[in-house]
Structures are given as structure tokens and as C-alpha cells.
């Protein structure tokens, strides 16, 4: 296990919220486990380190502040289709 690995799962879903949600949220095993998670059901996951150190600092079920809107807006156009993504830091 990687005690340093983070990541942070956000969906969005434009009928249900105007912005993207933090789904879940982790530092070591928790990381991995949302990651082995993502794979399992085919979702898809970005690497961006500057990033999840940015979300993590947020509560699970918060939407992401404003000043991220445009890179995460940017992240779901790459993974177009997508309801939910996974971003990890390695």
C-alpha cells in the first residue's frame, strides 16, 4: 500500500446538479480502493496530482469550488460520455 497515493472520485450529472460532486474522497488504502473501484466499473481515471491535492481538502458530497470549474470542465470534456471520473495523484 502507498500511504502517499490520494484520489478523489467527482460525477456529474447535469440533471441532477449544475456543477461536478467529490464522490468519494481518500489518502493509501482508501485511495486504492476508490481507483480499484473505478476500474472494476469502467470508469474513467485522470491523472492530475496538482488537482486531487486541490479537491481533497473537500468534504465527499460538496460540490468543487469555483476556482477548479474550468480544469475539471476541461477533464470532462477529454472523457466525454462520462458520468464520473476518478483523479489520482500517481
Do not use: C, W
Not at 39 to 52: A, F, H, M, W
Not at 54 to 67: D, H, M, R, S, Y
Request: proline share 2%; net charge negative; charged share 30%.
Amino acid at each position: 500500500m502507498n500511504k502517499d497515493k490520494k484520489a478523489v472520485a467527482l460525477e456529474y450529472n447535469s440533471e441532477e446538479h449544475a456543477v461536478p460532486q467529490i464522490t468519494a474522497s481518500g489518502r493509501g488504502g482508501v485511495a486504492e480502493n476508490i481507483i480499484e473501484r473505478a476500474r472494476n466499473s469502467d470508469v474513467e481515471i485522470y491523472k492530475n496530482e496538482e488537482l486531487v491535492k486541490e479537491l481533497i481538502q473537500f468534504k465527499v458530497g460538496t460540490e468543487i469550488p469555483k476556482e477548479l470549474y474550468e480544469i475539471v470542465a476541461q477533464i470532462l470534456i477529454f472523457v466525454e460520455g462520462v458520468d464520473s471520473i476518478n483523479l489520482t495523484d500517481n
